[in-house]
């Protein structure tokens, strides 16, 4: 049973371009978080989202940044006009349903902002 | 407001020795407390978890203990290893809701 997949591991982007983060959860789970880590920091939760439902996304800038969760593919983290404050590791978690407080870990995206 | 504290933020144990790190969470409605340990580079990954219902667990070399009246709970690690050098972050879910609020973090070094 494969893990959570996140792609690309790592990414490099100029300042305002976008950036497109792609997360698989485990087979058979049907809820996504996106987390953010900053340097030598712990993570922050972004967004919570069900196939084809925002949940949660108390944790989202308000501007430049949306999720995603459609019926067929990945989830989708994207951030338009990035910025160097951008940099960061993204993790993405998923977990089944009826157990949805037990979050595994994908290996994160990587952003680095030049 | 949704806050996890965490120490000691740094922990270095003779290999063989035990070690503790607490956390402490201000949400009375929190109601699972999971364990991540995170090696440099890769991801968290789940080492232990507690439910508000229990007030202890444990997996071998690992327990974790909840005090829900005081609002902490901690990790013990018995034993140590060298490959137990890694970071570790406690989390609480918010409010009946599944968001993980995470403490800051531990660096364990275990010293052979």
């Known amino acids: 049973n494969a893990g959570v997949m996140q792609n690309p591991r790592h990414l490099v982007r100029r300042r305002g371009q976008e950036a497109r983060l792609r997360c698989s959860p485990m087979?058979?789970?049907?809820?996504v978080y996106w987390y953010r880590q900053l340097p030598e920091e712990g993570l922050k939760f972004m967004v919570y989202?069900?196939?084809?439902?925002?949940?949660?996304e108390s944790g989202m800038p308000k501007e430049r940044f949306s999720a995603e969760f459609p019926k067929e593919g990945p989830s989708i983290l994207r951030i338009q006009q990035v910025v160097r404050g951008d940099s960061a590791a993204y993790f993405c978690?998923?977990?089944?349903?009826?157990?949805?407080?037990?979050?595994?870990f994908g290996p994160g995206t990587r952003l680095l902002v030049l | 407001g949704e806050n996890v504290e965490q120490h000691p933020s740094t922990l270095s144990v003779q290999e063989g020795d035990s070690a503790v790190i607490k956390c402490t969470y201000s949400?009375?409605?929190?109601?699972?407390f999971p364990w991540y340990k995170q090696e440099l580079g890769k991801r968290p990954q789940l080492i232990i978890d507690?439910?508000?219902?229990?007030g202890e667990k444990k997996d071998q070399r690992i327990a974790v203990t909840l005090n829900k009246t005081a609002k902490h709970f901690s990790l013990h690690i018995t034993e140590t290893q060298p490959e137990d050098s890694a970071v570790y972050f406690c989390?609480?879910?918010?409010?009946?809701?599944?968001?993980?609020?995470f403490g800051t973090g531990t660096r364990l070094k275990v010293l052979a």
């Open positions: 978690a998923s977990s089944p349903q009826g157990v949805e407080e037990t979050q595994y």
């Open positions: 087979k058979g789970h049907s809820h």
């Open positions: 989202l069900q196939k084809e439902n925002i949940i949660d």
């Open positions: 949400d009375s409605a929190s109601n699972y």
């Open positions: 507690i439910r508000s219902n229990v």
């Open positions: 989390a609480a879910t918010f409010r009946g809701t599944y968001k993980y609020i």
